[in-house]
């Protein structure tokens, strides 16, 4: 086993397995709208508690800069594949320069869905969400970092504050370039994160903690105030937190019990460990293909929601294998031809 799978935790890449399984589910039109509540009641809260569970330190440099290669990189290598894409299938209309320079500079804005201070620019599809996890890490470090010499209660009221801000904006103003509004929400789930993993609230046993959030979160949605990131859907900002967050501590501590099942391990890890490639893969699918337009019609197939999500898995999967065997090749390769220079 190599360092760098000794360094993995497990639970963490299962939790991110499901999380990215269970994203492209709740892409599905038609979906059942109680299935749904479940799966946008915590998933997108989830990666950033799980962000915040890795942070070993408040170091704002170290920070941003491996912020940059883990999460923007992808970032603009996707929207760039998208403005290729897009350019491509406008080829022959005369709109080619236009279609390419309304993508690239909605990839600089990093709009999630159209503003009312940016009418004219364009969405990046569901990419946006690393810009505004870049933001969230790299804000909450910053906050620490700077109040490292105050009160643990004025570092956390600082986050808290950053996070009713980001409400106010993104639910009264407008939905902001990076989705900054977003990431300031939540700041508060990476504080999440950080506190879960000092305390070792995960790790710990503690059966009336698992019931108590257990509670919260079926409390919650059976109400309907949980929140929606995405679409800045915050019908109860305290509550509907308390429930992502309650709802991500019963999934990680699921992810825990998993664990000890080889084979759902095996699966679930390598949807975790390439959960950002499958982030990519969906998004361009999803911006490009119309499945009941593009696929289920012209064979004349009435296909269930389930069975479409099923479909697009497997798609997405087959996708993801062949970029990382691919990958895995060209960096084998690479790592070969560079033996006999050092030598």
């Known amino acids: 086993m190599s360092e760098s799978q000794k360094k993995r935790i497990l ?3 299962i939790a991110k ?8 589910i709740g892409h599905v039109d038609n979906i059942h709208p109680y299935l749904k509540g479940i799966i946008f009641s915590f998933h997108m809260p989830l990666f950033m508690i799980i962000n915040g569970y890795l942070i070993r330190s408040y170091d704002i440099k170290k920070t941003f800069i491996r912020s940059l290669r883990t999460l923007m990189l992808p970032y603009f290598v996707v929207c760039l594949l998208q ?12 709109t080619e320069l236009e279609v390419l ?18 009418t004219s620019v364009g969405g990046v599809s569901l990419i946006w969400f690393l810009t505004s996890l870049f933001l969230a890490r ?14 643990l209660w004025v570092q956390y009221g600082s986050v808290a504050v950053v996070s009713l801000l980001g409400y106010v904006i993104g639910k009264y103003v407008a939905f902001l370039p990076w989705s900054l509004d977003v990431a300031m929400v939540s700041v508060i789930f990476i504080a999440a994160g950080d506190i879960l993993h000092k305390k070792g609230l995960i790790e ?31 019908p109860f900002i305290i509550g509907g937190t308390v429930c992502a967050v309650a709802a991500s501590i019963c999934v990680m501590k699921l992810c825990r019990q998993i664990e000890k099942v080889s084979f759902l391990t095996t699966i679930l890890t390598w949807f975790g460990k390439n959960s950002l490639i499958i982030l990519s893969v969906h998004c361009l699918e999803v911006r490009f293909i119309n ?30 294998l062949a970029f990382t065997l691919i990958y895995s090749a060209i960096k084998k390769a690479t790592a070969q031809k560079r033996q006999p220079e050092k030598q």
């Open 138 to 151: 790299n804000i909450y470090v910053i906050l620490r970092s700077l109040l490292k010499k105050t009160p």
């Open 101 to 118: 320079q309304y993508r690239l500079i909605s990839m600089l804005f990093g709009m999630s869905k159209s503003s009312t201070i940016l």
């Open 17 to 24: 397995g499901i999380a990215i399984l269970l994203m492209v």
């Open 11 to 13: 639970w963490i890449d």
């Open 204 to 234: 710990k046993r503690n059966i009336p903690a698992i019931l108590i959030c257990g509670g919260i979160w079926v409390a919650f949605l059976l109400t309907k105030q949980h929140i929606e990131l995405a679409t800045r859907n915050y």
């Open 291 to 320: 499945w009941r337009e593009m696929v289920f019609a012209p064979l004349g197939l009435s296909i269930s929601p389930a069975l479409e999500a099923v479909i697009r898995l497997v798609f997405i999967s087959l996708v993801t």
């Open 83 to 94: 403005a290729a894409i897009s350019t491509i299938l406008a080829a022959g209309s005369g």
